[in-house]
């Protein structure tokens, strides 16, 4: 079992910044991969950000990039994601999720475990 706990979220204006994180606990393997995911109300979860356990792959949405920014810190089992120039679409629950083995996949059920989410908002 792998239990994940996101931080960081929050109200900011658009234009304005938010650092998320996501803590990982437990039966946690360097073979990994971790991943930020969104749902805003009405609809599907939607990657947003991935990361090997190197770090040495990232990949993301199209709609982030440029804008957000992954990174891990092995050390303290933690994924962060840095998110810039934010915007009223950007409003969503964020939720981390942990994926045992290689690849960064985009779709939710690739992913073994998530956490409780965080809410975002971006107001205009």
């Known amino acids: 079992q792998v239990q994940l706990v996101e931080s960081g979220g929050g109200l900011v204006q658009a234009g304005g910044s938010l650092r998320l994180s996501c803590a990982a606990s437990?039966?946690?393997?360097?073979?990994?991969?971790m991943g930020w995911f969104r749902q805003a109300p009405g609809k599907e979860r939607e990657f947003v950000a991935g990361?090997?356990?190197?770090?040495?792959?990232?990949f993301y949405a199209d709609s982030v990039k440029g804008r957000f920014t992954i990174s891990r810190d092995n050390a303290k089992n933690t994924v962060y994601l840095q998110m810039n120039s934010l915007k009223p679409d950007d409003t969503a629950v964020y939720y981390c999720?942990?994926?045992?083995?290689?690849?960064?996949?985009?779709?939710?059920?690739?992913?073994?475990?998530w956490g409780q989410g965080t809410q975002v908002t971006v107001s205009s």
């Open positions: 999720g942990y994926r045992y083995g290689s690849g960064i996949p985009y779709y939710t059920s690739m992913y073994d475990y």
């Open positions: 990361i090997s356990w190197s770090a040495s792959s990232t």
């Open positions: 437990g039966r946690t393997f360097s073979n990994s991969v």
